[in-house]
């Protein structure tokens, strides 16, 4: 398994390195040269669990994406060498350069290169005079890292002067410490940029330039509507190609660690499968490909929004086998009392996936009281439209209130009551020993992803609330597999506590869990030792032979991958260990 990874690490390592730039020969100011800025207390923590030059190298990884793009093809549409032909066409105008994953086990993952850091001239040399400039919001910034453009709700600031078609330099304003001991922009939007050391943050964006484009706008029509495409990006720091709209259906774009957390559940046709924190989809519909779309995977999220999200995820890559719920993960095990009603559908399922039906009086009852709820709705609806269609006849006016919040509503989501594509299924959770297989791929602090440019605001004290949450789901997921089943954990986050100690707390917990071998095996070994907080607390990791068990992907390594953590559990029998966790 080493000479696999050894030899996929090659793979990648020499064909994306050869196209990299340097950018020392410029400007220092007009470069792309982050710094991950970490609480004190943290950054000792992780330099004591890594060593200080290794966490060096993590940080400096982490402020870049990824010189290539992960694909994963629906096998049960199309094959990787049609893909591979339909994107050569698609991007022959970027002369992208395609390669099909050789590991055994990822025979449906195709990668596309990408290139960086490139060196960018923005013309500050030619005349004396900076560029004129788009200073954009973190969030925004690290999506143009990606591939992304720049839109409007990402614009904080703007050079005075700035005509549609003019070739602008794109900066990022990262949040930096307050008087009060938080972290903050402090930029008002439509900030007028000067070019000069009186700008806000003015030294702070000092070598955070992530490229140029053309303003798709003036400067006064940036901060006069509340969307649409800002900058069109045409020379950036990170080439990565954009697949957006591109062959859907058949591909989905997923980080590499994702599609091998997938393969490490090793789903078999007709088995009964549960996700417990699914959105967006991505390992749901991994899973359900594997299994040939034969079987049953439950896949449940709280947000009403990401469950629509992974059920139009489903239903455009032609998958029929998944059944979404929205549930908590906290509660996924059904806990009834005898006077509970069991008419809901999830929660009564016995052990073989069958259903007590509802009665006919429930129906009706529940019909009703959807039909007065969408009346109700509709009626209010009705009247906040005829209220704003007033409104408009006396003017045409657009408060800034109004344009924020417009922005929070497109950066948040529509909110529940406004979605598309109906109504989602609610459960009360499921009944123990009922799936064969759980996958608990857990919110966590989320440190491994990248491109990533601010890390601040996590603490010590953060990320033990992570890790209790975290062990809070396990305990779900280990009452829901049958004896002999098995549990797949994953975090994208480079954060031990998170990690390595789950993997301890569940073998010290459940006697009769135990570390499985994962096929296929890319990443590295996981962490041995512990540490020892200045608060007394002592934080258990790995013993000896057993990081060989679990995969540990570091986003500095030569596989260039997000940070990613995988650990594969087989489920023996013991009722009282269960007993006591579900007390």
């Not at 997938?262 to 519909?285: N, V, Y």
Request: charged share 25%; proline share 5%.
């Amino acid at each position: 398994m080493k000479k696999k990874a050894w030899g996929l690490s090659k793979t990648i390592g020499s064909f994306f390195n050869n196209q990299h730039k340097l950018m020392e020969d410029f400007p220092q100011r007009y470069s792309y040269n982050p710094t991950l800025r970490w609480n004190a207390e943290l950054e000792s923590y992780f330099s004591n669990a890594y060593g200080p030059q290794n966490f060096s190298r993590i940080s400096k990884a982490l402020t870049r994406p990824s010189c290539y793009s992960c694909i994963r093809v629906n096998t049960l549409k199309t094959t990787p060498d049609a893909v591979i032909d339909k994107l050569t066409a698609v991007l022959k105008e970027n002369r992208a350069d395609i390669s099909k994953c050789e590991v055994a086990g990822l025979d449906n993952v195709v990668f596309v290169r990408g290139s960086g850091p490139h060196a960018i001239n923005y013309g500050y040399a030619a005349d004396g005079k900076p560029p004129k400039e788009v200073l954009v919001s973190r969030k925004c910034a690290e999506a143009v890292l990606r591939g992304a453009q720049v839109y409007i709700p990402g614009v904080l600031a703007c050079s005075a002067h700035v005509e549609k078609g003019e070739l602008v330099a794109v900066s990022v304003s990262v949040e930096q410490p307050g008087v009060d001991g938080g972290w903050g922009v402090g930029i008002t939007r439509g900030t007028v940029l000067q070019g000069s050391q009186t700008d806000p943050y003015h030294l702070e964006r000092s070598g955070l330039y992530i490229g140029q484009g053309r303003a798709m706008m003036s400067r006064s029509g940036m901060f006069r509507v509340t969307e649409g495409l800002a900058v069109d990006m045409s020379d950036r720091v990170f080439h990565l190609p954009s697949f957006r709209d591109v062959l859907e259906g058949e591909i989905f774009l997923q980080n590499l660690p994702s599609i091998v957390a997938a393969r490490a559940l090793d789903p078999q046709k007709g088995e009964r499968i549960l996700d417990m924190c699914a959105a967006p989809g991505g390992k749901t519909t991994a899973i359900a490909i594997l299994m040939k779309d034969e079987g049953e995977i439950v896949a449940v999220d709280r947000s009403h929004n990401k469950v629509q999200g992974i059920h139009k995820l489903a239903a455009e890559m032609g998958l029929s086998c998944i059944t979404l719920y929205k549930l908590d993960a906290l509660k996924a095990v059904c806990v009834r009392n005898e006077s509970e009603d069991l008419s809901d559908p999830s929660c009564a399922k016995d052990n073989h996936g069958g259903h007590i039906q509802d009665s006919n009086f429930m129906k009706s009852e529940v019909e009703k009281i959807e039909s007065i709820t969408f009346e109700r709705l509709n009626a209010e609806k009705d009247f906040k439209k005829a209220v704003s269609n007033e409104k408009a006849i006396e003017s045409s006016y657009i408060s800034k209130a109004d344009i924020r919040k417009e922005m929070r509503r497109k950066r948040n989501g529509p909110g529940r009551n406004q979605c598309l594509g109906g109504k989602v299924e609610k459960s009360k959770g499921f009944a123990p020993s009922s799936f064969d297989r759980v996958l608990l791929d857990a919110p966590c602090s989320a440190l491994g992803l990248r491109p990533r440019l601010f890390t601040g605001e996590e603490t010590i004290e953060s990320l033990r609330k992570h890790a209790i949450y975290q062990r809070r789901m396990f305990d779900q997921a280990v009452q829901l597999v049958r004896p002999g089943g098995v549990i797949v954990y994953s975090t994208c986050t480079i954060n031990p506590g998170e990690n390595e100690a789950l993997v301890r707390y569940a073998l010290d917990t459940y006697k009769f869990l135990s570390l499985a071998p994962q096929h296929p095996r890319i990443g590295g070994p996981g962490l041995v030792g512990r540490f020892e907080f200045p608060d007394g607390y002592t934080e258990e990791w790995l013993r000896p032979g057993e990081e060989e068990l679990v995969q540990r992907f570091d986003p500095s390594s030569p596989l260039d991958t997000i940070g990613f953590f995988i650990a594969k559990f087989m489920v023996g029998s013991n009722e009282a260990d269960l007993q006591n966790s579900s007390s």
